[in-house]
């Protein structure tokens, strides 16, 4: 069974009686949020297991062959293997998940507070016989000026990375940089070597990589005799940050239905913000 504790925001402002307090019921638990806050990132072994997970399998495999039908999977050398952006759009299952699974949303405003948007939706697989399948070391958001400017604001997306299938030696582990989100250093382009202080993460399928954007991190490809990598990332970002993804059918959907409520409105960024 989950941990749950309960936080409350409200939104500061001269219109406090238009902003009623929201309050979130975290499905982690506090040291696994200080955890996430110190480090940058969290491990939580599987999230989805049974019915669930195969159902995500399904949704994954229909959103691949779709996307093969027309593209071809990458073998491109710092990020290989197949990229499918905005699948909230692309399988009701993938939606449903987004929207209101309480161990991804409730997290994301832990950290980010209490109006978040879905950011980022993607399916990412990568083959074992086809070459450059892993993803060197690299953090998201690449957008911070150096000298970092007084008022610059580092945007901060809390990305969820959904193994689908058990993350091992063979099928390529990810590996991060514990802490590496508080850096302000840079690595080379094309990097792939081991680092001082790297933690190799591995987990059985159904687990969830919960991270701060700015965390450093790289994957393995899969082994030549390896089953195919299957990995779902689920960005979510504050309301105010322009996404990478957009939504464009749930949002016409959702504006266009009368029972969405405000946090469905909100995480298809039709609302949150003034
Ligand atoms: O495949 C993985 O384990 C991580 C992929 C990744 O870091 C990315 O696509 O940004
Ligand atoms: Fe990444």
């Known amino acids: 069974m989950q941990s749950h504790y309960s936080l409350s925001y409200r939104i500061r402002s001269n219109r406090v009686h238009l902003d009623p307090p929201r309050t979130v019921d975290v499905h982690a638990t506090p040291e696994e949020i200080t955890e996430l806050v110190e480090q940058g990132y969290i491990v939580r072994n599987q999230l989805f297991s049974g019915e669930q997970l195969q159902s995500l399998r399904e949704a994954a495999d229909e959103i691949e062959a779709r996307y093969l039908a027309t593209h071809k999977p990458g073998e491109g050398k710092g990020f290989g293997g197949l990229f499918a952006r905005n699948i909230i759009d692309e399988h009701p299952v993938i939606e449903t998940l987004l929207l209101s699974h309480p161990a991804l949303v409730s997290v994301a405003r832990a950290v980010l507070g209490p109006q978040v948007q879905v950011h980022a939706s993607v399916l990412r697989v990568a083959y074992p016989g086809l070459q450059n399948q892993g993803v060197e070391w690299h953090f998201h958001q690449r957008v911070v000026p150096d000298p970092e400017p007084p008022f610059f604001l580092r945007p901060v997306v809390l990305d969820n990375l959904i193994y689908l299938d058990d993350l091992t030696d063979d099928s390529g582990p990810l590996v991060v940089l514990p802490g590496s989100h508080k850096f302000n250093e840079d690595l080379p382009s094309g990097d792939f070597s081991d680092k001082p202080g790297q933690v190799v993460v591995k987990c059985p399928a159904g687990s969830v990589v919960t991270s ?54 909100e995480l298809v960024g039709l609302a949150g913000f003034y």
């Open 212 to 265: 701060h954007s700015s965390l450093w991190h790289k994957a393995f490809a899969p082994k030549p005799d390896a089953i195919k990598r299957r990995l779902l990332i689920f960005g979510y970002s504050p309301v105010w940050l322009k996404t990478i993804d957009v939504p464009t059918k749930l949002r016409q959907r959702i504006a266009s239905d009368p029972r969405a409520t405000e946090e469905q409105r």
